[in-house]
Every structure is written in structure tokens, then in C-alpha cells.
């Protein structure tokens, strides 16, 4: 148990769609990442955020869009949907101990677009 | 660019069998480097994590050694149960280069029959 719950576990949606995914993190943990895994794949970083405001982004368009809310809670939002969004969806928080932050992660929310 | 190169799979073992998985990463920085584990149908668990040269990492009788001379961070473990099969995933994170996001590798499957 890692403290990070995702919801929904399973969402099905169709192309052009847009899909909004839920992150609640550790009490505590300021920073929220989150991550695509594809199947068969390792996970692929998307974007950070610290405090509210985004803290880095991996190689992904626009339409992929993130909040942080001050209760820890976190949503991913993607729009206009593609068939290669299907994926496991993967948030992990962490809080600054030092020079290193450890990440834990929620168990994901799987999405198929059609 | 940051990188993270790991072992190919599958992997089968028998009970109690010795287990290494190789991987090796590219950094640009000193990065802290990191072994998760996912169980099926599970999220990502954090399993060791070392965050500079000659550390070891170890728990639940995994350990990995990180070798900066040949950029490595291998796992091993003496004697696999069946309960140990599961995907792992190498990853780093470079937090002196701005980037404290997780760069994974493709993850190796491994069984461990009885």
C-alpha cells in the first residue's frame, strides 16, 4: 500500500473524446508526476507538478493537461483521444526529503480508446 | 539524453534459483537509481533504490550494487520464491539536472515455476 489511490481503475472511450483521470496522493506529498505505460512497455513520463503549477514535461502534446489541487488531489485530462492513448495511466507522488525525492505510485487506471 | 537499457525477457527460473536481471543507464548528471516491481494487474512498487556510486540497495532479499565505473545498477537475488514473479523495471532519476521525473527501462517479465 502505497497511500495513492487512482480513479477510475478501468475507463473505455472513443476517438475524439476527451477522458479525465484522478490522482489522490499521500498527505503530505506536494509533487504529483504521472506516467503512460503502454503494454509491454516501461512507463513514459508525462508531466510534474509542485505546488500547483507544472514542474516539467515529458514528450507529450498539449492535449494531454494536468491540475494539482491543494487537498493532494491531482486530474490528467486528455483531449481529442487517439487510438495509442490506450494505456495504463500511472500517478506517482513524493515530498522533498534532501537532494533525492522517492516516487510512489497509485495502481493506475487503464484506458482503452476505440 | 538520460537512458536506462535492461535485460530482455522473459525470464522463467526455477524455485530458488539465482536471479540477475542487467541494467545499465545513460545520465548526464549523477543520477539516485532505482528497482520498482509490478505484480499482475498491480501498480508500480518501489523495491530498492540507491542514490550514489557503490550504494547497495537491497529488500525482501533483492539487492543491486550501483557501479558507476560501468554505469550499472544489476539485480540479483539468491533464491527466487514464486511469489517474486511479477515485471521489473529499472529507472533513474536525475534531480541535478532539473529533471526528477523517473526514466525507465522496458521492463523484464519474470516466472518463477515451482
Known amino acids: 500500500e502505497t497511500g495513492v489511490t487512482q480513479s477510475p481503475t478501468h475507463l473505455i472511450k472513443t476517438r475524439g473524446q476527451q477522458v479525465t483521470l484522478r490522482c489522490s496522493s499521500q498527505s503530505g506529498h506536494n509533487t504529483v508526476s504521472w506516467y503512460q505505460q503502454a503494454l509491454g512497455q516501461g512507463p513514459q513520463f508525462i508531466f510534474q507538478?509542485?505546488?500547483?503549477?507544472?514542474?516539467g514535461r515529458g514528450n507529450f502534446p498539449p492535449r494531454f493537461s494536468g491540475l494539482q489541487f491543494p487537498n493532494y488531489s491531482s486530474e490528467l485530462n486528455v483531449n481529442a483521444l487517439e487510438l495509442d492513448d490506450s494505456a495504463l495511466y500511472l500517478c506517482?507522488?513524493?515530498?522533498?526529503?534532501?537532494?533525492?525525492?522517492?516516487?510512489?505510485f497509485g495502481p493506475g487506471t487503464r484506458l482503452l480508446v476505440l | 539524453g538520460d537512458s536506462v537499457t535492461q535485460m530482455e525477457g522473459p525470464v522463467t527460473l526455477s524455485e530458488e534459483a539465482f536471479l540477475t536481471i542487467n541494467c545499465t543507464y545513460t545520465a548526464t548528471g549523477y543520477p539516485s537509481l532505482f528497482w520498482y516491481v509490478q505484480y499482475p494487474g498491480e501498480g508500480l512498487q518501489l523495491l530498492l533504490k540507491a542514490t550514489k556510486a557503490d550504494d547497495k540497495g537491497s529488500n525482501k532479499g533483492f539487492e543491486a550494487t550501483y557501479r558507476k565505473e560501468t554505469t550499472s545498477f544489476h539485480l540479483e537475488k539468491g533464491s527466487v520464491q514464486v511469489s517474486d514473479s511479477a515485471v521489473y523495471f529499472c529507472a533513474l532519476s536525475d534531480p541535478p539536472t532539473g529533471a526528477n521525473n523517473l526514466f525507465f527501462g522496458t521492463g523484464t517479465r519474470l516466472t518463477v515455476i515451482p
Open positions: 506517482a507522488s513524493s515530498a522533498p526529503t534532501g537532494s533525492e525525492e522517492t516516487q510512489y
Open positions: 507538478y509542485y505546488r500547483e503549477e507544472e514542474n
